[in-house]
Nanobody, 120 residues
């Protein structure tokens, strides 16, 4: 069974930090890039960040560059997203996703999502 399980969301004040984690299982981790997209009420889905397998190339949306950092632990099939200097506009449900190519946001698999709420 394919599973992508997110954790680490929560409520934080503007300027604060959160670290999201994604644990993947049930598919060949090395065949996919792993990324995070988010969906806020009334807004389009936004690809936030992803990391390619092998070369480890990363992608960040302009809206999060310099504030978010994605990393991968290949031994544990886990990907993390460190989010610093959070802003109220970062409030959304964040989803972990398995992508054929980073940053083409057509995921084969994705998780249930974790809520991130940033208060002003």
């Amino acid at each position: 069974e394919v599973q992508l399980v997110e954790s680490g969301g929560g409520l934080v004040q503007a300027g604060g930090s959160l670290r999201l984690s994604c644990a993947a299982s049930g598919f060949t981790f090395d065949d996919y890039a792993i990324g995070w997209f988010r969906r806020a009420p009334g807004k389009e889905r936004e690809g936030v960040s992803c990391i390619s397998r092998g070369d480890g190339n990363t992608y960040y949306a302009d809206s999060v560059k310099g504030r978010f950092t994605i990393s991968s632990d290949n031994t544990k099939n886990m990907v993390s997203l460190q989010m610093n200097s959070l802003k109220p506009e970062d409030t959304a449900v964040y989803y972990c996703a398995a992508l054929r190519i980073c940053p083409i946001w057509a995921p084969d698999y994705w998780g249930q999502g974790t809520q991130v709420t940033v208060s002003s």
